[in-house]
């Protein structure tokens, strides 16, 4: 008998698609933000840091206007 020697038990991974386009067809195949968010295929990381940098780049274009006026 085997029983865990976890202290907090595993979730139940979620369904992932492995996808067999490139990286940009990849993320348009399952939505960015699917991606992104949720992990849908391998692209999730990538599709993650694209977002990052979007929210980065609003946020200090927000940030710059914000000075100027």
Same mark, same amino acid.
């Given at each position: 008998?085997?029983?865990?020697?976890?202290?907090?038990?595993?979730?139940?991974?979620?369904?992932?698609?492995?996808?067999?386009?490139? !990286?940009?067809?990849?993320?348009?195949?399952?939505?960015?933000?699917?991606?992104? !968010?949720?992990?849908?295929?391998?692209?999730?990381?990538?599709?993650?840091?694209?977002? !990052?940098?979007?929210?980065?780049?609003?946020?200090?274009?927000? !940030?710059?206007?914000?000075?100027?006026?």
């Amino acid at each position: 008998m085997s029983v865990s020697s976890e202290k907090i038990p595993r979730r139940e991974l979620p369904e992932f698609n492995e996808s067999q386009e490139s !990286l940009v067809g990849g993320v348009i195949e399952d939505g960015f933000l699917r991606v992104a !968010l949720d992990d849908a295929n391998q692209y999730g990381p990538h599709a993650m840091i694209i977002l !990052l940098f979007a929210v980065a780049t609003f946020t200090a274009m927000a !940030l710059l206007l914000a000075t100027l006026f």
